[in-house]
């Protein structure tokens, strides 16, 4: 009798120790790397433009996946219960395109989520949800407030005090790089 009662408490046991994969779109196979020096790069590159804008009036800045991979990884992980974990941004076609993995209790799913990226009336960057794939596991509330509260934060957060003198007039995307012009009020 114990035997037979051992075996599904086995079963039970292991089915909540371990976590079960529910798809999701597929992950790319090209992977971006992460690491410290892209976001110090990102960091010096926005310094460096906020120094030349200051003389003509005029910021260009250009971002790439790395820089923004990296970024989005450092932000989520500090994170208490970041939405979701493993990110890599492509930045093609016109699109910011972010993978990820999201888990909610013992189910992990690939993750997509495709933005437009623009400039509002204000100046400010535009965060428009074109698409998101959580895989079979519900869409976290609050999804395109998040991630535009993370775009604020960057932008606010890198650019500093001249955040709110700068008035971006473009915004592009193409081949791997996000260039942003913007011009100084």
């Known amino acids: 009798m114990k035997r037979k009662l051992l075996f599904p408490f086995l079963a039970l046991i292991l089915t909540l120790a371990c976590t079960v994969f529910t798809g999701g779109p597929d992950y790319p196979a090209q992977t971006i790397p992460v690491s410290t020096e892209a976001v110090d790069s990102l960091k010096q590159q926005i310094e460096q433009a906020v120094i030349d804008g200051a003389q003509s009036g005029v910021i ?3 971002i790439n996946e ?3 991979t990296s970024y989005l990884a450092f932000k989520l992980t500090g994170s208490p219960e970041p939405m979701f974990t493993d990110p890599q941004v ?3 076609d016109g699109q910011m395109r972010i993978y990820g993995k999201s888990k909610q209790g013992m189910f992990t799913a690939n993750i997509g989520i495709i933005l437009e990226v ?3 009336e204000q100046g400010k960057p535009k965060l428009q949800i074109v698409s998101a794939d959580f895989g079979p596991l519900p869409l976290p509330s609050g999804l395109n407030e998040a991630i ?3 775009i604020d934060e960057a932008y606010t957060g890198s650019l500093g005090p001249v955040a709110t003198g700068l008035r971006i007039e473009t915004i592009l995307i193409a081949d791997g790089v996000m260039a942003i012009v913007g011009r100084i009020r």
């Open 118 to 120: 623009g400039a509002d």
């Open 148 to 150: 535009t509260a993370i």
């Open 90 to 92: 492509f930045l093609r």
């Open 60 to 62: 260009y800045l250009f």
């Open 66 to 68: 790395t820089q923004l």
